[in-house]
């Protein structure tokens, strides 16, 4: 197994959850999805869903393990009873939900033209019924994937913050300077330490934050917006 497969693997198994008002709908998609070894779960209308997901998040998850935990998609019917199925992609998306569980939209004909403006406001696909049973399961296993890659950058982007608040102050004011592009000298001056004492700072903050250089570090304090925010809540930084 390689590296990448064995995170995904560590997610745990991916879970497809179905949400349409039809029996015969959701029994037909599941066994369809078994048939494929994928796990699912349905629900006969949006409110519905929308209690599950109320009670997950309020009995497990927290800001840093938050729902859902393992790879997931929902396919959402769009013409049900009570709540139709675009009021609850937009209250999914009001949870900030849909990265880490893509939105398939299951329509009929005349659906279409409300399924498209979806997926421009971030549904991952819409499947025009009658669907193909291998073109679903398709876009279900890229919807999976999609949210597994979600998945496994909060979980780096969460052990990077562990990985920063390790930092003494003093590596945080070496890492700083070094980020401003001063060399080991100017540091040396700046905080009235040896050149010597910079180096060794400057090879923890390395090896701390799994860098190799300068670039590098700018580079992944871009590329996560929480630790930046940390970052910036430091005095001096």
Known sequence: MTAAAHDTASLGLPMVYLVDDEDVVRDALAWLLRSRRLLSEGFASAEAFEAHLQSQAGAAATAENPWPRSPSCLLLDVRMPGMSGPELFERLDARGLLQRLPVIFLTGHGDVPTAVAAVKRGAYDFVEKPFSDNALVDRIEQALASSAKVLLAE?????????????????????????????????????????????????RVFDKMGVRSAVELVNLMNAHPQLQRQWHALPGA
């Open 155 to 203: 979980r780096a982007g969460q052990r990077l913050l562990l990985d920063f608040q390790e930092l003494t102050d003093r590596e945080r004011e070496v890492m700083r300077l070094v980020m401003d592009g001063l060399p080991n000298k100017l540091i040396a001056d700046a905080l009235d330490i040896s050149v010597r004492t910079v180096e060794v700072h400057r090879s």
